[in-house]
């Protein structure tokens, strides 16, 4: 789908480094990106597969993960609206396959750059170039702060810690909440469990309503 008026008038403010580009090269761009839609659960990229294009969000989420040969899952991090994701980016640079999946969260709607396009804006524009290395900035400080958790923090700490970081009440499966922390959902479930017991929560089907939020909040920082 090729991107409408409407969509430029949304795009432009959640990416203002484009607003940088000359008007000319602007039209070009427009007229060469290709708007796309997602419903959730839907897989679109996964390991070993080429990068086909740099993605910019509209709107909806996406979930970067990571499976073991287990079966097991640990999410990288989250892509929003306003954001890219730093694996197409590497991808895209190397010229190598991905190395994680994507899967759409929430319905998603983005704008997708082809990759002839990305390396071209990258060349030669110092606003496009300067974005794409901030996200690797900021990226590369969430994976540091996501390794140090799994490797030296305790997961009932890091279950305190999410829980309490997210809006209340939570809708998620523990299968859902123990993808994000890397961990098994028969652990996640015990510890919910033993959370509620405690008083600090009310469990739900698929919903968690945090009625505590002082005590997780010491808890996770003991």
């Keep these: 789908m090729m991107i409408d008026n409407d969509t430029r008038s949304r795009l432009l403010p959640l990416y ?66 306003g954001e890219s994701c730093i694996l197409t980016s590497s991808c895209l640079l190397g010229h190598t396959p991905y190395q994680a999946r994507g899967i759409v969260e929430a319905p998603l709607e983005m704008v997708m750059l082809p990759a002839t396009l990305f390396h071209r804006l990258l060349g030669s524009h110092e606003a496009f170039r300067r974005y794409v290395f901030q996200l690797f900035t900021e990226r590369l400080t969430d994976l540091m702060e996501l390794v140090t958790a799994v490797a030296f923090q305790k997961l009932d700490r890091r279950l305190a810690a999410l829980l309490i970081a997210r809006p209340i009440p939570l809708h998620a499966t523990h299968q859902a909440l123990a993808d994000e922390l890397g961990s098994a959902r028969e652990m996640v479930s015990r510890l919910l469990k033993g959370f509620a017991e405690q008083g600090w929560l009310t469990l739900g089907r698929e919903q968690i309503t945090v009625t505590d939020v002082a005590a997780l909040k010491k808890f996770s920082t003991f």
Excluded: H, W
């Excluded at 290709?34 to 990068?51: H, L, R, S, Y």
């Excluded at 899952?73 to 609206?81: A, C, G, S, T, W």
């Design 16 to 81: 203002p480094m484009l607003g940088e580009l000359p008007a000319a090269e602007l039209e070009a761009i427009l007229a060469t990106a290709k708007q796309m839609q997602f419903q959730a659960g839907t897989v679109i990229f996964d390991e070993n597969q080429p990068c086909q294009g740099f993605p910019l969000l509209l709107s909806g989420s996406l979930r970067v993960i990571k499976s073991a040969a287990n079966g097991r899952e640990l999410q990288l991090y989250r892509v929003l609206p």
